[in-house]
């Protein structure tokens, strides 16, 4: 395994700047954290302990994700949000020749166009991450959220 701190760091600084990233609504830039050949989905506690692969929102290529961002800014009519992550450390669970995986604790809080905070999901992102020239890239990221109960303004990704 190379160096674990190390690791550790690089997948830490992946997830600020992936945060950041959806932060600052800077959401065309969101599929660059992935691979070409990626998985994002998101799901719920339940459903991944019952091994159920549907998923709430499901991409398996970046130009799909650049296709919910496009969707999202000309198509989609949603009131105006913004969301603030807090991640935990990650955990880095393995390391293999098909690169490495992680967990890490989140929660999102909301804020509506009328300033209004609130706790819109906690959970854990499941990570694959591919390493190229010292940057983690997602091979794979499964957002798990804690509860089963999903807002409907789910616009932005997790």
Known sequence: MKNLQNLTFMIARAQADYARCIDDDRL????????EDCLYKITTADSQRDGLEAGIVFANTRAMLRDRISALREANIYEK??????LGMPCVLDENAGGVRSETAFF??????DGTSDLFATGRYLDHYEIQNETALLKERIVVCDS???????????
């Open 28 to 35: 065309e830039q969101w599929p660059d954290f992935f691979v």
């Open 108 to 113: 999102v809080v909301r804020i509506m166009r």
């Open 148 to 158: 089963s109960r999903i807002d409907t303004l789910l616009a932005i990704p997790l």
């Open 81 to 86: 949000q913004a969301y603030r992550h807090v």
